[in-house]
Protein backbone atom coordinates (compact mmCIF):
# COMPACT_ATOMS: atom_id res chain seq x y z
CA UNK A 1 0.00 0.00 0.00
CA UNK A 2 0.99 3.31 -1.24
CA UNK A 3 1.69 6.36 1.41
CA UNK A 4 2.00 9.74 -0.62
CA UNK A 5 2.85 13.18 1.18
CA UNK A 6 2.08 16.46 0.42
CA UNK A 7 3.41 19.81 1.72
CA UNK A 8 0.78 20.11 4.40
CA UNK A 9 -1.04 16.07 4.58
CA UNK A 10 -0.18 12.74 4.64
CA UNK A 11 -2.21 10.10 1.92
CA UNK A 12 -2.62 6.88 4.42
CA UNK A 13 -4.37 4.10 2.89
CA UNK A 14 -7.98 3.49 5.17
CA UNK A 15 -7.33 1.20 8.06
CA UNK A 16 -9.72 0.52 10.98
CA UNK A 17 -7.62 3.24 12.97
CA UNK A 18 -9.56 5.62 10.71
CA UNK A 19 -12.89 4.38 11.72
CA UNK A 20 -13.56 7.74 13.81
CA UNK A 21 -12.35 10.22 11.78
CA UNK A 22 -13.63 8.99 8.52
CA UNK A 23 -17.32 8.69 10.40
CA UNK A 24 -17.13 12.24 11.70
CA UNK A 25 -16.88 13.79 8.54
CA UNK A 26 -19.07 11.24 6.54
CA UNK A 27 -22.07 11.86 9.00
CA UNK A 28 -22.12 15.51 8.58
CA UNK A 29 -25.15 15.92 5.81
CA UNK A 30 -23.03 19.28 4.09
CA UNK A 31 -19.75 17.03 3.32
CA UNK A 32 -22.44 14.15 2.15
CA UNK A 33 -24.85 16.94 0.12
CA UNK A 34 -23.69 15.78 -3.06
CA UNK A 35 -22.34 11.92 -2.21
CA UNK A 36 -25.51 10.52 -0.88
CA UNK A 37 -28.01 13.60 -1.05
CA UNK A 38 -27.07 14.72 2.48
CA UNK A 39 -27.61 11.55 4.21
CA UNK A 40 -25.10 10.99 6.78
CA UNK A 41 -23.33 7.74 7.18
CA UNK A 42 -23.84 5.56 9.97
CA UNK A 43 -20.77 4.26 12.02
CA UNK A 44 -21.54 0.82 10.82
CA UNK A 45 -21.72 2.10 6.84
CA UNK A 46 -18.06 3.37 7.72
CA UNK A 47 -17.00 0.37 8.66
CA UNK A 48 -18.50 -1.65 6.01
CA UNK A 49 -16.70 1.19 3.95
CA UNK A 50 -13.44 0.89 5.38
CA UNK A 51 -13.39 -3.31 5.18
CA UNK A 52 -14.24 -2.84 1.10
CA UNK A 53 -11.58 -0.60 0.68
CA UNK A 54 -9.21 -2.15 2.61
CA UNK A 55 -10.01 -5.08 0.43
CA UNK A 56 -9.66 -3.14 -2.86
CA UNK A 57 -6.05 -2.45 -1.88
CA UNK A 58 -5.41 -5.93 -1.14
CA UNK A 59 -6.27 -6.47 -4.93
CA UNK A 60 -5.42 -4.04 -6.80
CA UNK A 61 -3.23 -1.81 -4.94
CA UNK A 62 -5.22 1.72 -5.10
CA UNK A 63 -8.23 2.59 -3.71
CA UNK A 64 -9.18 5.56 -0.74
CA UNK A 65 -6.59 7.24 1.49
CA UNK A 66 -7.30 9.05 4.71
CA UNK A 67 -5.99 12.32 4.41
CA UNK A 68 -3.49 13.41 7.52
CA UNK A 69 -2.78 16.99 8.50
CA UNK A 70 1.03 16.91 9.10
CA UNK A 71 0.03 19.42 12.07
CA UNK A 72 -2.29 18.25 13.76
CA UNK A 73 -1.95 15.01 13.34
CA UNK A 74 -5.88 15.11 12.20
CA UNK A 75 -7.90 13.36 9.49
CA UNK A 76 -9.23 15.93 7.63
CA UNK A 77 -10.81 14.34 4.28
CA UNK A 78 -10.65 11.19 2.19
CA UNK A 79 -9.23 11.05 -1.22
CA UNK A 80 -9.30 8.43 -3.82
CA UNK A 81 -7.93 6.81 -7.15
CA UNK A 82 -10.47 4.19 -8.18
CA UNK A 83 -11.92 2.61 -11.01
CA UNK A 84 -15.30 4.82 -11.96
CA UNK A 85 -17.67 1.64 -13.07
CA UNK A 86 -16.42 0.34 -8.84
CA UNK A 87 -14.68 -3.00 -11.11
CA UNK A 88 -11.86 -3.59 -9.65
CA UNK A 89 -9.14 -4.11 -12.72
CA UNK A 90 -5.41 -4.32 -12.61
CA UNK A 91 -5.03 -2.73 -15.46
CA UNK A 92 -7.28 0.57 -16.08
CA UNK A 93 -8.70 0.69 -19.43
CA UNK A 94 -11.11 2.74 -21.34
CA UNK A 95 -14.29 0.61 -20.48
CA UNK A 96 -13.38 0.80 -16.86
CA UNK A 97 -11.42 4.33 -16.58
CA UNK A 98 -9.87 5.81 -13.34
CA UNK A 99 -11.56 8.08 -11.42
CA UNK A 100 -9.99 10.51 -8.49
CA UNK A 101 -11.90 12.08 -6.27
CA UNK A 102 -11.74 13.77 -2.64
CA UNK A 103 -13.84 14.88 0.00
CA UNK A 104 -12.50 17.33 3.44
CA UNK A 105 -14.26 18.09 6.96
CA UNK A 106 -16.01 21.23 6.66
CA UNK A 107 -13.54 23.34 8.56
CA UNK A 108 -10.81 22.32 5.93
CA UNK A 109 -13.24 23.75 2.91
CA UNK A 110 -11.30 26.69 1.19
CA UNK A 111 -7.87 25.92 2.05
CA UNK A 112 -6.89 24.14 -1.02
CA UNK A 113 -6.44 20.94 0.49
CA UNK A 114 -8.14 18.95 -2.22
CA UNK A 115 -5.92 20.45 -4.87
CA UNK A 116 -3.38 19.55 -2.76
CA UNK A 117 -4.00 15.95 -2.16
CA UNK A 118 -5.22 15.46 -5.70
CA UNK A 119 -2.04 16.25 -7.18
CA UNK A 120 -0.34 13.08 -5.16
CA UNK A 121 -2.43 11.39 -6.49
CA UNK A 122 -2.65 12.06 -9.69
CA UNK A 123 1.15 11.53 -9.79
CA UNK A 124 0.91 8.27 -8.30
CA UNK A 125 -1.68 7.18 -10.71
CA UNK A 126 -0.19 8.51 -13.85
CA UNK A 127 3.70 7.17 -12.29
CA UNK A 128 2.55 4.28 -10.39
CA UNK A 129 -0.42 2.74 -12.50
CA UNK A 130 0.65 4.05 -15.85
CA UNK A 131 -2.73 5.48 -16.25
CA UNK A 132 -3.31 7.15 -19.70
CA UNK A 133 -6.08 9.46 -17.92
CA UNK A 134 -8.01 10.25 -15.15
CA UNK A 135 -11.84 11.09 -15.19
CA UNK A 136 -13.15 13.36 -12.36
CA UNK A 137 -16.75 13.62 -11.56
CA UNK A 138 -19.10 15.66 -9.66
CA UNK A 139 -22.45 16.33 -8.94
CA UNK A 140 -22.99 19.36 -11.42
CA UNK A 141 -24.37 22.06 -8.77
CA UNK A 142 -20.83 20.86 -6.92
CA UNK A 143 -19.12 24.36 -7.65
CA UNK A 144 -16.28 23.86 -5.59
CA UNK A 145 -15.53 20.24 -6.90
CA UNK A 146 -15.33 21.47 -10.14
CA UNK A 147 -13.17 24.22 -9.53
CA UNK A 148 -10.61 21.59 -7.98
CA UNK A 149 -10.81 19.84 -11.16
CA UNK A 150 -10.02 23.25 -13.35
CA UNK A 151 -7.13 23.71 -10.93
CA UNK A 152 -5.92 20.48 -11.51
CA UNK A 153 -6.08 21.25 -15.98
CA UNK A 154 -8.74 18.87 -16.37
CA UNK A 155 -10.98 19.21 -18.87
CA UNK A 156 -14.60 19.37 -18.91
CA UNK A 157 -16.13 16.56 -20.86
CA UNK A 158 -19.73 17.55 -20.03
CA UNK A 159 -22.72 15.43 -18.40
CA UNK A 160 -22.09 11.47 -18.43
CA UNK A 161 -23.97 8.88 -16.76
CA UNK A 162 -21.93 7.19 -13.56
CA UNK A 163 -23.02 5.47 -10.82
CA UNK A 164 -26.59 5.81 -11.70
CA UNK A 165 -26.79 9.59 -12.02
CA UNK A 166 -26.32 12.27 -14.13
CA UNK A 167 -22.65 14.06 -13.23
CA UNK A 168 -20.61 17.02 -14.68
CA UNK A 169 -17.07 15.11 -16.28
CA UNK A 170 -13.33 16.05 -16.14
CA UNK A 171 -10.28 14.30 -17.85
CA UNK A 172 -6.77 15.01 -18.08
CA UNK A 173 -4.50 12.61 -20.37
CA UNK A 174 -1.30 11.90 -19.12
CA UNK A 175 1.02 14.16 -21.03
CA UNK A 176 -1.61 16.93 -19.60
CA UNK A 177 -0.61 15.88 -16.27
CA UNK A 178 2.89 15.72 -16.97
CA UNK A 179 2.75 19.34 -18.28
CA UNK A 180 0.58 20.84 -15.27
CA UNK A 181 2.95 19.31 -12.65
CA UNK A 182 6.28 21.02 -14.60
CA UNK A 183 4.49 24.10 -13.90
CA UNK A 184 3.48 23.50 -10.08
CA UNK A 185 7.05 20.63 -9.84
CA UNK A 186 6.92 20.68 -6.03
CA UNK A 187 3.33 20.53 -4.84
CA UNK A 188 2.46 16.85 -3.33
CA UNK A 189 4.94 13.63 -3.71
CA UNK A 190 5.05 10.15 -2.96
CA UNK A 191 7.14 8.40 0.00
Not at 79 to 102: F, I
Not at 124 to 145: G, H, I, R, Y
Not at 178 to 191: F, I, V, Y
Request: net charge negative; hydrophobic share 40%; proline share 4%.
Amino acid sequence: MTLLTTNRLRLEPFTEGHLAGLNEMNSDPEVMRYLSGGRPETLEETRVLIERVMKRWAEVGYSWWALIELETEELVGAGAVQNLRREATLVPDLACPLEMGWRLRRDRWGQGLAVEAARAMGDFAFKDLNAQELLAVCDPANTASANVMKRLGMQEVGIERWYGKDLLTHRIEADGWTAMRQRRPNEGHAL
